[in-house]
């Protein structure tokens, strides 16, 4: 079975920063997009940062200038740098990634880890 288990979540000062890790583990033969995606309370859950196999990256509006998300393939870990932070970046947020898990198959399926809080504080 894959696990995704995320990190680095807390308590933080409007401005301050975070950073969150995502470790994939288990069965994986190969890893597509790694992703970030996080719910504030009462609102959908919402696609914060996407980072390809080959390392190319797309953000959302709300949060570019200020996150960085990375991945180490050999580690298979994915991270989101978080900088700046503002109160409305306060959520729970998920790694996500779509692993294929053997090589004798192409069939590739989405994972979830548990998420990690982070609340800033105004």
């Known amino acids: 079975q894959v696990q995704l288990v995320e990190s680095g979540g807390g308590l933080v000062q409007s401005g301050g920063s975070l950073r969150l890790s995502c470790a994939a583990s288990?069965?994986?033969?190969?890893?597509?997009?790694m992703n970030w995606y996080r719910q504030a309370p009462g609102k959908q859950r919402e696609l914060v940062a996407t980072i390809s196999s080959d390392g190319s990256t797309n953000y959302a509006d709300s949060v570019k200038g200020r996150f960085t998300i990375s991945r180490d393939n050999a580690k298979k870990m994915v991270n989101l740098q978080m900088n700046s932070l503002k109160f409305e970046d306060t959520g729970i947020y998920y790694c996500?990634?779509?692993?294929?898990?053997?090589?004798?198959?192409?069939?590739?399926?989405?994972?979830w880890g548990q998420g990690t809080q982070v609340t800033v504080s105004s």
């Open positions: 288990g069965i994986i033969f190969s890893i597509n997009d």
């Open positions: 996500n990634a779509l692993i294929r898990p053997h090589s004798f198959t192409n069939r590739w399926s989405p994972f």
